[in-house]
């Protein structure tokens, strides 16, 4: 069963860019690696998604070494609505899609 | 194009009552899921549904708890007997048919047991 550790929380200003990582030492190789923000009050929000190297979208980035067996999700120049709690998600095992959410890390954006 | 729909969102139950949570899958997706959050902690899988089908209940508490995704209509996750243990935010997430691993999640439903 793959299993994911992060920071439990983390804390930030306004402008910066901030960097969580994700350790994943037992990821499969057809598993691909997730991250979801959560607001209070909300279910999680997809953010971004990859498989290796390096994912870019409109909100973030996210870096993956060659060995997988961690990720790092990039969030450049953060503001205050960027506080929230940050998921690393890998595929759940069994190939049934269920996802395995751990404890999150919580951002906390100071302005 | 709407989201993941769920109804009602804010439920209030009694000891011993019935609760029913609807989820409206988005448009087009044909799998949903079930989690449930307690406060200050992450979401726990619950059930994994396509159309008329059960595909893996693993984490459904054995007994009070089942759920549906009938051909028509919401899926509904239906607790009965509720006790106070039950109070959390259950959430419903639905992905389309050969993007199982994008789950896109619906607002939640807090229920409240008194």
């Known amino acids: 069963l793959a299993k994911t550790t992060q920071p439990i929380s983390m804390d930030s200003y306004e402008g910066q860019e901030v960097n969580i990582t994700c350790s994943h030492n037992?990821?499969?190789?057809?598993?691909?690696i997730t991250w979801y923000q959560q607001f209070p009050s909300q279910g999680p929000r997809f953010i971004i998604q990859?498989?290796?190297t390096k994912v870019t979208n409109e909100v973030a980035s996210l870096f993956i070494p060659a060995d997988r067996k961690s990720s790092t999700l990039s969030l450049p120049r953060v503001s205050l609505s960027d506080t929230a709690v940050y998921y690393c998600l890998i595929k759940g095992a069994g190939g049934y899609n269920k996802l395995i959410f751990g404890a999150g890390t919580r951002l906390a954006v100071h302005p | 194009n709407a989201g993941v729909m769920q109804n009602p969102r804010h439920l209030v139950r009694r000891r011993g009552q019935e609760a029913r949570l609807r989820c409206s899958p988005m448009k087009g997706h044909s799998h949903v899921y079930w989690y449930r959050q307690l406060p200050e902690e992450g979401l726990k899988f619950m059930v994994y549904?396509?159309?008329?089908?059960?595909?893996?209940e693993s984490g459904m508490p054995k007994e009070r708890f089942s759920a549906e995704f009938p051909k028509e209509g919401p899926s509904i996750l239906r607790i009965q007997q509720v006790v106070r243990g039950d109070s959390a935010a259950y959430f419903c997430?639905?992905?389309?048919?050969?993007?199982?691993?994008?789950?896109?999640f619906g607002p939640g439903t807090r229920l409240l047991v008194l």
């Open positions: 990859g498989y290796k």
């Open positions: 549904l396509q159309k008329e089908n059960i595909i893996d």
């Open positions: 037992n990821i499969a190789t057809n598993d691909y």
């Open positions: 997430a639905s992905s389309p048919e050969g993007a199982e691993e994008t789950q896109y």
